[in-house]
Every structure is written in structure tokens, then in C-alpha cells.
């Protein structure tokens, strides 16, 4: 690694070996030198693999390295690095902040984030990660991409200090595996498997949190994913797909209960839709949005408000925009995912085939096909449906640049020519899969067993059972801090600019105390149960038991009455489909909070048919 640093007294020096080049941050300030002052020079350094970057909170900026990574592969001869551990250091030392507890909040709130996704990077910053293939051989001299820049927000502290490439090392959130592969046992047919998925940090955060479209156009949980194949003989060829949620204005509001309100905006979409599709296309040529939501009950009226802001596109738009839904649970119920195969021809059908990836020949320098055409799939969460097609159209697609190489008959399917590699494959999507889940929802993805093994398994239903029950725990009790996780590390909030606290818990008392007191009579009524003091039916314990179990009942129904109350809601951010009202008594003394739904949006009562 050509970075290394040391942590001194009274400052951190961080020396890049290659140029020369020297970085220091002191008394709270940044200072980029062409070379290594004297004073340091006796100093001992150790390797760090990168600068993530400088936030920027309420009494003190931090420095964040990442000093280890583990290596996933290698893009074009580059190494990719994922961040394993990392470093938060202040870079004013003789500040205290340790009694400061806004300042001790903000500093968790930026550790939960760098322990709960994972951060990708070139690791000699040479290869460009935020930007695909296509653009980069494309569109000559392209610069790093805003939208998939994850240390963006923290690397402008650095960049006003006058630091270059050298200690600016652009991060993506996402996923990236890299696999040398002999396909079919034969040394002339080698190849790297690449995947990369690039999360937008645009409209972004937690599941329930970040929903629907926004006034700029962008979706929330929207991500690139980019399929390479790198020949021993210098041929690349690449299959870019999206995802994103459906560009509406919409949300479910958590109310402790397992399916959350859902709402959807009265307010006219069409001017973000325009503009997020305009984006699209711009960005990726003709667009294929694939639904998979369900066409009845709880997530009917997303089909219908998707359907309905789709026709009311411009007619210019509309020839760009093609869409098409999939009832996937329908088409796939009994465990029979391998029936997503179905899309394929009805894709086939609206005018998108297997020439739809770039190919680029190194050994000539040229362009030899270029992908004009990109899918963009959804279902609710864009996650467990939506991971199972995109890994069936990257075998679709493979199947056509696999034949394009002479590695195999057009007509012989590859995974019967190549298992080993067919089970990579697999596995490297349920990976995928898993690592958006858990940014998104917390937990690895659902239906992987499939995206792994081919075929739905008992083990993997009971595996989806367990993560339903911990995304239902986190995203009702959890996710609120996740939120502002989110929000903090990529300057959505900036704590510097806050009056209030917003850390502060204006809750009435008993509503704070309820779920404490609510386990403590858990505890009393089975210790009672499993230890009595002389007979379980004498009076004192049956007393004891009564009093408990209508505590418990009358707190619950009292909490399922009140259940916004007792959600982790976010602090820092506000949502744009739920207000928050602080009570006040008749001494502007706030005694309370207050919930209530946007004005403009309205809960969906729509049954199962």
C-alpha cells in the first residue's frame, strides 16, 4: 500500500510513498505539503489502505481511515479492496469530547454506519468504480460519479485543503466480487467474473424510511448493478441492470404491526416521474421497467399508481419507457422460481434481446457493440424478487457473450457445459443479493436459497421466516437509527449547523418507561411460574400472577393504540410522509409528541381480493 500514516501527539501525518506527497491534520486544520516536512521525518509510519474521508460534527471533525481491506478480486488488473476496519480520529486533539453527549451520539451514529455496509475501492486508486465500462470507454475524460460517490460529502473537507488523488480515494457502497475462472477446464477459454452493484446515495436510507420517488427524481434504494467478463485475450464485455423503487410518491409508515400503513401521496407525481425517467434514459438508452409487485391486496395500489404515472408519461418519453408487470408470486407460487424464465420471451417481445451489453476489444483499441437498452426492476422493496430476475437475465445474457467468444454452441445452454462456474455464478449473486439486502433492510436477502442452488428449498423458507422476524424487530425498534446513520455520514444533516439537540427524547415518561416495566413484569411472572414461593395456587401468587398478566394485557393494548409512540423513528432528518408535532402545556413547556400522518398522503385501505 503506498499510503501510511502515524498518530502523534498532536497531530496525524499521512505520507503517500509513491508521489511523495504529505498530508497533515493539526489543531483542528488540514495542510497538504509536496513532501514530508523534516519534523516527521524520523517519525514511524505503518500502511493504512485509504483516507475515507473528514466529517465535520458538533465540537470536533474526525478523519476516518480505513486501516485494513480485504481484497475481492481484481477489475482489469486493478486489486478492489473491501473496507474490513477502520478508524475514527479527531483531528484537534486537545478538544474533550468525551462529556459531550450529542457529540458521543453523532460519533455512534458514524460507527453504525461504517459497521452495517460495505465500502468498496480501488486499492491504487487507478480503476474508477463509481462510473460503468460503457461510460468510461465511452465518454473520454469522465469524472468520478456524484451518484455512486459514497465518500463524496466526506471528501470535501479534504479537496478545499488542496489534497489530490493521493489521499482522495472514492468509496462505493454496494458489492463487488471478482473470480478467475477456466470455463469448461480450458486454459484458452479464462476469464474474470466480475460483479458490481453501485447504491445511489441520493434518495437513500432504511427500508421503511426511504420509499417512492422525490421532487428531484430520485428513487429511493436505487442501484447499478454491472455484469463484466475479462478474456485472457484482452475482449470485455459488460451488462449494466437498475433498480429502484417505484417512482411515485409513497411510503408505509411503521405501526408495530407486521404489514405497515401503507400511504400514498395525493400530490401529482408526473413532473419528479418525468424527470427520473428523463435521468434514466439519458443514462442508460431505452428503459425496460419490469413490476413485480402484486397485483392484489396490500400492494395493489402501487401497481395501479405505477401503471397510471407510466401512461401519463409525454409521448416522447413514452417510446424511451416500456413497461411491463410480472406477477411473480402468481407465475412462481409452489417454490417454482425457475418460471421467472417466463419474462424472457415477453421481453423478447417488446423489442429486448441478448445483443444488449458492451463489448470492448482492447487488443484493437475499439468499440465493438454497444448495450443501448437496460432493464429496470422492482417489486416492493427492490430486494428478494428483484435480485431473482436480474440474476435470470445475467445468465440470459452470458449465454449470448459466451457464444459472441466461441466459448460454447449458441444452443447449449452454459451451466450445463460449465457447472463449477454455473455454481459461482450463483453464489455470487446470492451474495449480491444479500449485501444490498442488508444496507436496505438489515438482513440478508429472502429467496436466495434459489439464487443460489437453482431450486426453492424448506431450509431456505425457514431461513426467510427467520429474517422476516428480525427485518420486522429492526425496522420497528432499530431503523430510525440506521436512518440517521445514513443521513449523517452523507451530509443530509450537518450537526454544526443544529440548534437543538435532536437527540433529546420528549416522550412522556410513562411512554419512555413502558416497555421496561413491560419486561419486568415478563420476568416477575416467570420467575413466579418456574420458582413460586410455596404452592403456585396459593393466594399471594395467584395475586401476584393477576396482576401481571393485566399489566401486560392493558399494556399492550395500550401501546398497539399509541404504536407510533413506541417506533425508533429518525431524528435528524424529517420524513416527507409523517409529521412530528411537539405538545406543549400551557407554559410552552413540551410535554409531549405528536404523530399524525402528511397532509398529503392517505393510508390505503384496499383488501385482499
Known amino acids: 500500500m503506498s499510503l501510511v500514516f502515524a498518530d502523534l501527539e498532536d497531530s496525524l501525518v499521512f505520507l503517500h510513498k509513491s508521489s511523495g506527497g504529505c498530508l497533515v491534520a493539526s489543531n483542528g486544520v488540514i495542510g497538504v505539503k509536496s513532501s514530508v516536512p523534516s519534523i516527521y521525518k524520523q517519525v514511524s509510519f505503518t500502511p493504512v489502505s485509504c483516507i475515507i474521508g473528514l466529517i465535520r460534527l458538533k465540537v470536533n471533525s474526525y478523519l476516518i481511515i480505513a486501516n485494513s481491506h ?34 458521543t451520539n453523532y460519533l455512534k451514529l458514524v460507527k453504525e454506519h461504517l459497521n452495517k455496509n460495505d465500502f468498496y475501492f480501488a486499492v491504487n486508486n487507478v480503476f474508477d468504480l463509481t462510473n460503468n465500462l460503457q461510460t468510461q470507454y465511452t465518454e473520454p475524460g469522465t469524472k468520478i460519479n456524484s451518484e455512486f460517490w459514497w465518500n463524496k460529502y466526506l471528501s470535501e473537507s479534504l479537496l478545499d485543503a488542496g489534497a489530490s488523488q493521493e489521499f482522495i480515494t472514492p468509496i462505493i457502497n454496494g458489492y463487488v466480487k471478482s473470480k478467475s475462472i477456466k470455463f469448461a477446464g480450458s486454459y484458452h477459454n479464462e476469464f474474470n467474473y466480475i460483479l458490481i452493484t453501485r447504491k445511489s446515495n441520493a434518495r437513500v ?35 449494466l441492470q437498475i433498480r429502484g423503487s417505484v417512482p411515485l410518491y409513497w411510503s408505509e409508515i411503521n405501526n408495530l404491526c407486521y404489514k405497515p400503513n401503507l400511504v400514498v401521496s395525493t400530490k401529482n407525481a408526473i413532473d419528479a416521474t418525468v424527470q427520473h425517467f428523463s435521468n434514466s434514459v439519458s443514462n442508460y438508452g431505452e428503459i425496460f421497467c419490469v413490476n413485480l409487485v402484486n397485483n392484489k391486496g396490500y400492494e395493489l395500489p402501487i401497481k395501479e399508481g405505477y401503471e397510471s404515472i407510466v401512461n401519463s408519461l409525454p409521448s416522447t418519453l413514452k417510446k424511451a419507457v416500456h413497461y411491463v408487470y410480472f406477477d411473480f408470486h402468481h407465475e412462481c407460487k409452489n417454490m417454482k422460481f425457475e418460471n421467472a424464465d417466463k419474462l424472457i420471451p415477453i421481453l423478447e417481445n417488446m423489442g429486448f434481446d441478448q445483443a444488449n451489453y458492451f463489448h470492448y476489444d482492447f487488443k484493437n483499441q475499439k468499440v465493438v457493440n454497444l448495450q443501448k437498452k437496460c432493464v429496470r426492476t422492482n417489486c416492493m422493496d427492490c430486494l428478494d424478487r428483484t435480485n431473482v430476475v436480474q440474476s435470470i437475465l445475467s445468465r440470459y445474457i452470458l ?26 455464478f450463483q453464489n455470487i449473486w446470492a451474495d449480491n443479493a444479500d449485501a444490498v439486502s442488508r444496507s436496505y433492510s438489515s438482513t440478508p436477502a429472502l429467496k436466495t436459497d434459489f439464487t443460489r442452488l437453482g431450486k426453492r428449498t424448506i431450509r431456505g423458507s425457514l431461513s426467510d421466516l427467520n429474517n422476516s422476524i428480525i427485518r420486522y424487530y429492526n425496522n420497528n425498534y432499530h431503523d430510525g437509527v440506521r436512518q440517521d446513520s445514513f443521513d449523517l455520514f452523507l451530509g443530509k444533516f450537518k450537526p454544526y449547523e443544529s440548534v437543538e439537540n435532536p437527540f433529546i427524547d420528549y416522550r412522556p415518561n410513562y411512554i419512555q418507561l413502558l416497555p421496561y416495566l413491560l419486561t419486568t413484569s415478563f420476568l416477575i411472572l416467570f420467575s413466579m411460574i418456574l420458582y413460586p414461593k410455596g404452592s403456585l395456587t396459593n393466594f399471594k401468587n ?39 408535532t411537539k405538545v406543549r402545556d400551557s407554559t410552552r413547556r413540551v410535554t409531549g409528541i405528536k404523530y399524525d400522518t402528511a397532509k398529503d398522503f392517505k393510508v390505503q385501505t384496499k383488501k385482499s381480493n
Not at 481484481?74 to 473491501?82: A, H, L, V
Not at 447449449?412 to 460449465?418: F, I, L, S
Request: hydrophobic share 35%; aromatic share 14%; glycine share 6%.
Open 205 to 239: 436510507g432504511t427500508r421503511y424510511f426511504r420509499r417512492g420517488i422525490d421532487n428531484e427524481g430520485n428513487v429511493a434504494n436505487f442501484n447499478e448493478t454491472e455484469q463484466i467478463i475479462f478474456t485472457n485475450n484482452d475482449q470485455v464485455l459488460s451488462f
Open 399 to 424: 449465454q449470448k457473450n459466451f457464444s459472441e467468444l466461441g466459448y460454447l454452441d449458441y444452443a447449449t445452454p452454459w451451466k450445463q457445459v460449465d457447472p463449477e462456474f454455473n455454481f459461482i
Open 542 to 580: 395467584l395475586l401476584t400472577v393477576s396482576v401481571c398478566l393485566a399489566f401486560q394485557f392493558n399494556s399492550f393494548k395500550y401501546i398497539l393504540a399509541n404504536s407510533y409512540q413506541f417506533v425508533n423513528w429518525p431524528n435528524l432528518v424529517n420524513l416527507d410522509f409523517l409529521t412530528k
Open 70 to 103: 480485504e481484497d475481492v478480486g481484481q477489475i482489469m488488473g486493478e486489486t478492489i479492496g473491501r473496507v474490513s476496519s477502520y478508524k475514527i480520529l479527531p483531528i484537534n486533539k486537545h478538544k474533550d469530547v468525551s462529556s459531550n453527549q450529542e457529540e
